[in-house]
Nanobody, 129 residues
């Protein structure tokens, strides 16, 4: 069955860095849209970054451009989110998800209710000031 397993979360001070990983299994990894999302308590889930695994095109929410980098290792079926210059407002549970490639190039991945078919269990990121 499809599995997405996130890791790499933790607690850091503002200005610090973390790298999240999302290991995928149980489906054909290539040619999908994989995204990172976050949800803070009391807030709606929001898209952070996405990558088209077929060609490596990346997409970012304005709030993280220049600070976060999404990348992949196709040999390991793993997508990463390098987070630098972290701010307290980045504190949230971070999830990865996989879905149809059109979610990436249409921009739908940013939608909180985008129809990604599979989700991971999440990893907590806490940034203190």
């Amino acid at each position: 069955q499809v599995q997405l397993v996130e890791s790499g979360g933790g607690s850091v001070q503002a200005g610090g860095s973390l790298r999240l990983s999302c290991a995928a299994s149980g489906y054909t990894y290539s040619s999908n849209c994989m995204g990172w999302f976050r949800q803070a308590p009391g807030k709606e889930r929001e898209g952070v970054a996405a990558i088209y695994t077929g060609g490596g095109t990346t997409y970012y929410a304005d709030s993280v451009k220049g600070r976060f980098t999404i990348s992949q290792d196709g040999a390991k079926n793993t997508v990463y989110l390098q987070m630098n210059s972290l701010k307290p407002e980045d504190t949230a549970m971070y999830y990865c998800a996989t879905g149809h490639p059109s979610l990436c190039y249409s921009g739908l991945w940013l939608n909180a209710r985008a129809p990604f078919g599979y989700w991971g269990q999440g990893t907590q990121v806490t940034v203190s000031s």
